[in-house]
């Protein structure tokens, strides 16, 4: 069996959760991915373990059923490994006004987005406990810090949550030898907007404002590595003025602004 540390990603098909995959890879992780385009994952799996001759599992489950998240686990444990690594990137939005969205659909979206988040973590949680030490990354946004905007309503919601989640869980863990972050990424070239339909709208943003996958990894990871930084980790310049400037201005202006610009970056219908 691998004497290697073992990284759990979710949503590892492609953007920031298949860059994490690649990067862990090179690092010397062996991986399990998780997503729901399973050929895609099981190529992705297939070119790292042959790149870097690390073993890479490829799990199969639904994270946005009840019992995708225990599933996981289990499936990993029954091949006698434990998790050193957990990578919950898996998620994705709903586009416009909360009240033209059906239920069922928002209600599939908070357990992918909070519900498997909270359950992946509560599960690794006692294992890396009893290994004295682990790393957890949430994937959060700069949508969390600054104000909500119209369209697409629960997301900065749920993001909110996982960098709230982040500090909680880094003050509780941190003396373990746990390593806790919110990844807090602004726009990232991936294929996140081309899912939710939003291309066309944030292909007009000016090029300053986005970063690539591999930058938002590569800042993630350093940071992960540097005793004592930030739970909170904003990559990319831009985003942590963005950041600094929405909890410096005073609330009514910032969330003046960003209901002034949500067209800019959210679908509105």
Request: charged share 20%.
């Amino acid at each position: 069996m691998s004497s290697r540390p073992l990284a759990l990603i979710t949503g590892a098909s492609a953007g920031i959760g298949a860059e994490f995959a690649r990067q862990l890879a090179a690092g010397g992780h062996d991986l399990a991915l998780t997503a729901r385009r399973g050929e895609r994952l099981q190529a992705l799996a297939d070119e790292l373990s042959a790149a870097h001759g690390v073993e890479c599992l490829s799990v199969s489950a639904d994270l946005a059923q009840p019992e995708g998240p225990r599933q996981v686990v289990d499936s990993i444990s029954d091949r006698g490994r434990s998790i050193d690594v957990l990578v919950n990137n898996a998620g994705y939005a709903i586009a416009g006004h909360y009240h033209t969205t059906d239920w069922p659909d928002q209600a599939r979206f908070l357990q992918v987005m909070v519900n498997a988040v909270c359950e992946l973590s509560h599960r690794v949680l006692p294992g890396m406990r009893k290994a004295g030490g682990g790393k957890i990354v949430n994937v959060a946004s700069l949508a969390g810090i600054v104000p909500g905007s119209a369209g697409h309503t629960l997301y900065a919601a749920s993001k909110a949550f996982l960098i709230k989640f982040s500090e909680s869980l880094a003050m509780e863990s941190t003396a373990q030898g746990i390593r806790v972050q919110a990844l807090c990424p602004g726009f990232t070239y991936s294929e996140f907007h081309d899912v939710v339909g939003t291309r066309d709208i944030v292909s007009k943003l000016p090029s300053w404002m986005w970063m690539q996958a591999d930058e938002v990894v590569a800042y993630s990871l350093e940071q992960l590595a540097k005793p004592g930084s930030p739970v909170m980790a904003v990559p990319g310049r831009t985003n942590r003025l963005i950041a600094a400037l929405s909890r410096k201005l005073p609330y009514g202006s910032a969330f003046r602004l960003v209901e002034r610009r949500s067209g800019d970056f959210r679908r509105q219908d």
